[in-house]
């Protein structure tokens, strides 16, 4: 069943999401608004039964106290790569109780939230933090970027995967561009922090900015964007964001008069967290 919902606002988008009687929703923690009294909040640290992420007690991952066990390890091995991921350790789940329900999420940053529709075919990834919440039959996880990319980029990227089938509300910074590499030759490079999500069939990778030339070295140290550019390749949905949260760190510095970025920028720039 598609999540009805509806995402409301401006500068500060929130999503209003309407339950019918028993479906649940879940969230990031530090992601929910308002619900209405009818609605139960239930927070676990294991993902949605539905999807994969848990066993409900007596299902499938059943079997006395080996199945517990196993659905420990399962729990466990989540917690762990979210933690490594440095997103939320648990999740919030809604279920509307005796009629219909209403609740309210919302991001972290000013900017714009988007409902994605996943029917099992292809998987979406998001950018860290970008996830607010889902419909029980979508499974979150983490996905690793590393290896090749990370050597090309100098650096490791850790993304969110949402598979399976139903509704994904994601939320970034700014305005929202969607794109299709396809559309500009196959292949597009942006800021490492200008990437919301893009759809399974797309290659993200990292690549430095420039050679270890004179013009090249200018790009990094004067040009703002450090030393390496993400690339996306191939055909499908890719969803930019206007506003980093590096440039945004920086901006409210710059107002506060603790700005370490001077004037070079790039390469110098004091980077939040």
């Known amino acids: 069943m598609t999540l009805q919902q509806e995402i409301v606002g401006n500068a500060m988008q929130m999503a209003v999401v309407n339950l ?31 999807a994969g992420g848990g066993q409900q007690p007596g299902g499938a991952g059943g079997g006395g106290m080996g199945g517990m066990l196993r659905q420990a390890m399962g729990t466990a091995m989540q917690v762990g790569q979210r933690a490594l991921a440095g997103e939320s350790l648990a999740f919030q789940y809604f279920t509307s109780t005796g009629g219909e329900g209403t609740v309210g999420f919302a ?20 950018e860290k933090d970008a996830f607010v919440a889902a419909e029980s039959s979508v ?24 598979t399976g089938r139903g509704t994904v509300i994601i939320a970034g910074a700014g305005n929202f561009i ?23 069939g797309i290659q993200y990778g990292v690549q430095r900015v420039g050679g270890l030339n004179r013009q090249g070295l200018m790009n ?50 004091t980077h939040a967290g």
Do not use: H
Not at 27 to 45: D, H, P, Q, Y
Not at 107 to 126: C, I, K, S
């Open 220 to 269: 990094a140290v004067f040009g703002g964007e450090g030393l390496s550019l993400a690339t996306l390749e191939g055909n499908g949905r890719v969803i930019l964001q206007s506003l980093t949260i590096e440039s945004l760190a920086n901006a409210l510095k710059k107002a506060q008069g603790g700005d370490k970025q001077g004037p070079t920028g790039g390469l110098f720039s």
């Open 178 to 200: 969607d794109l299709n590499p396809a559309d500009f030759g196959g292949r597009i490079e942006v800021d490492t922090g200008c990437v919301v999500a893009f759809e399974e």
């Open 20 to 50: 019918t009687p028993g479906q649940t929703v879940y969230c990031e923690a530090g992601k929910f608004l308002f619900k209405t009294t009818n609605v139960t909040m239930e927070t676990r640290l294991s993902g949605p039964p539905g």
């Open 139 to 162: 499974e979150f996880g983490i996905a690793f970027q590393g290896g090749r990319t990370g050597r090309s980029g100098g650096e490791g990227f850790i993304l969110e995967k949402f």
């Open 107 to 126: 991001g972290v940053l000013p900017g714009e939230m988007r409902a994605l529709e996943l029917d099992g075919t292809r998987a979406w990834f998001a």
